[in-house]
Each structure stands twice: as structure tokens, then as C-alpha cells.
């Protein structure tokens, strides 16, 4: 059996998981592939394939062109990357493995911090010699407006709380009896847009959600308001998100997804001073990868032994 592991940024994903007790021949694949004939050409002879999350797209034209593949195992318990029908009407099995929600909303509140006291400029500032030269803003006593209250939304509201803030959410289905349990108050989505001093992202991608932040959007938020995302870039529409940062129609953008990933070095977003990026790394924790790899180890040893498990349907 010939395994490909894929989109190995940190060239870590030996080290997580039981690969030897597979009795395999494994290739661990360490940058993103180019295009999806690249995908192809680089994955036409293996049988099993182990996705890092939506690092790389399986849609049905990808699927189709890949007669060797048996088994797609994606990290997390949910793909929006792969097409699950097209690869079930191809004999491909696709497993799951499971994930925790801690370090993503743990990351939010890293960007939250990060923009709000100015840390990436200030730490480089010191690297330099130099000394103080921002103004920060506390986040205590404001209004931190969440776009979607699941899991990760709840999560960011619990900390938000501990910090001081007024919690406010809106998502297409939100009732105020759901928002209760977690001390949030449900609003219009025109309202979480005015009302919010940190306005941050926690919905999946769908076709809904999709450029569901705007340029109307953005231009009802506060000028001193934070946008947060560390959910999916496409929530956002970026270059309106990009032209409301130059315009100074909000103040700061803390991000951790984008449209394109890795984000493209020339890109605009790179160039602002009222940006803080990260390269998607909400999930990227020893935790997260150990629970990963190792449950892609058993999926696929479960497949191996004719018991498929954590079938995604």
C-alpha cells in the first residue's frame, strides 16, 4: 500500500503518529501543491491519501482523475474541501478523524490581544532598540459581537466574558433561547455590525456564509472597530475587507485565513500596518496533531482489515 501524507508544513507528521505499524510505503509531501493538475500528476499512483485539513482541494474533477485511491482520510470531522459524493461514486472511502475546538478559539483570543495592544509592532520595535510608540485600547467594558454562536462562537464568548465584554451574536438561525445558555445576546445582523467594538468570525463555510461579510457590512462597523477571522477566508469578501483597511473604515483586522492559501507573497494584505496575520495556525497545536495523525494511523488500519471506520457521509 502506498500512503501520501499531505501539506507536512513543519515536516512533523512522522512524529505523531504509529505510521511503521502499517506496513506501508508512506511519501510525506511538505509544500502545496500548485493547481489541481499538480495534485494529479503528484498523487495518481497512491491508495491512501492523509489530508491536512483543507490545505489541499479534492473537488470531483481532482477525484475523477485518481484511479489508484481507495481511501481519503481528512484531519477533523468535516472537509469542505473534498466533494464526498464524487469521491464515494469513485470506490473511495473518505475518513474522518477527530478534533478539539480549544486552540482555535485559544488563537482568537491571541489575535484579539495581539491587535488590541499592538504586539506584533511593539515587539518588533524592541527587536530594533527601540521603545514605546503605540496607543493601545482595553477590551474590558466594550462589545464583542460574534458572527455565529456553535461551538468555537460559544467558546470566544466565554473568554470575552471573562475579559469584561458584552457579548452579542447573530448567525441566519440564532434564537435568543439558544443564546441564552451562553450569556449572549442574540441581535440583528445589522445591529452585531453597529454594536460591535470586536466583530469576530466563527460560522462554517457554506454557499450561505460565503462573502457574507462585505463591503455593507464593513461599512457599518465602528471606525474603531477589530474584524477577527480565524474561521474560513471566504467568509469575508477580501478585497472589500482590504479596501475598507486603506479607507480607514475600520481600524484593525486580526486574521488567520485567507481566500488563498499560503497567502500569496505579494499580497496586499501583507503590505498594511493595520493587519495582523498568522498563517493559519488556530489549529496548529501539538494537541491538535496528535490526535490527527494518530487517528488517521487507525483509520487507516481499519480499512486495511476490511472495517472502514469514521466513514464520512
Do not use: C
Not at 481519503?72 to 473534498?82: D, E, F, K, Q, Y
Not at 464524487?86 to 473511495?92: D, P, Q, S, T
Request: glycine share 8%.
Amino acid at each position: 500500500m502506498k500512503i501520501a501524507i499531505l501539506d507536512d508544513y513543519q515536516e512533523v507528521a512522522l512524529g505523531f503518529g504509529d505510521w511503521g505499524s502499517l506496513g506501508a510505503e508512506i511519501e510525506v509531501f511538505t509544500k502545496p501543491f500548485a493547481d489541481p493538475a499538480d495534485v494529479v500528476g503528484r498523487l495518481r499512483d497512491f491508495e491512501v491519501v492523509v489530508a491536512m485539513r483543507e490545505r489541499t482541494r479534492f473537488p470531483a474533477e481532482v477525484l475523477d482523475r485518481l484511479p489508484a485511491l481507495k481511501l481519503l482520510v481528512s484531519t477533523g470531522h468535516r472537509n469542505a474541501a473534498i466533494d464526498v459524493a464524487a469521491a464515494r461514486r469513485n470506490g473511495v472511502v473518505v475518513s474522518s478523524t477527530g478534533y478539539i475546538a480549544a486552540p482555535a478559539a485559544e488563537h482568537t483570543w491571541a489575535l484579539i490581544l495581539a491587535a488590541a495592544r499592538n504586539v506584533p509592532v511593539e515587539s518588533r520595535n524592541m527587536r530594533e532598540g527601540g521603545w514605546q510608540t503605540t496607543v493601545g485600547t482595553i477590551l474590558s467594558g466594550k462589545t464583542l459581537g460574534l458572527l455565529g454562536l456553535g461551538r468555537l462562537g460559544a467558546g470566544a464568548a466565554k473568554i470575552g466574558q471573562a475579559f469584561g465584554m458584552e457579548t452579542i451574536a447573530w448567525s441566519q438561525n440564532l434564537t435568543q433561547e439558544k443564546a441564552d445558555p451562553h450569556g449572549v445576546t442574540a441581535v440583528s445582523k445589522d445591529e452585531l455590525f453597529a454594536r460591535a467594538d470586536v466583530l469576530s468570525v466563527h460560522l462554517v463555510l457554506s454557499d450561505r456564509s460565503r462573502g457574507l461579510v462585505g463591503a455593507p457590512e464593513l461599512a457599518a462597523m465602528k471606525p474603531t472597530a477589530m474584524l477577527v477571522n480565524t474561521s474560513r477566508g471566504p467568509i469575508v469578501d477580501e478585497a472589500a475587507l482590504v479596501d475598507a483597511l486603506l479607507r480607514k473604515e475600520i481600524a484593525v483586522a486580526a486574521l488567520d485565513v485567507y481566500d488563498v492559501e499560503p497567502l500569496p507573497s505579494e499580497h496586499p494584505l501583507r503590505t498594511l500596518d493595520n493587519v495582523v496575520l498568522t498563517p493559519h495556525i488556530g489549529y496548529v497545536t501539538r494537541e491538535a496533531y496528535e490526535i490527527f495523525y494518530r487517528d488517521a494511523v487507525e483509520d487507516i488500519a481499519a480499512f486495511q482489515a476490511g472495517s472502514p471506520i469514521r466513514v464520512m457521509e
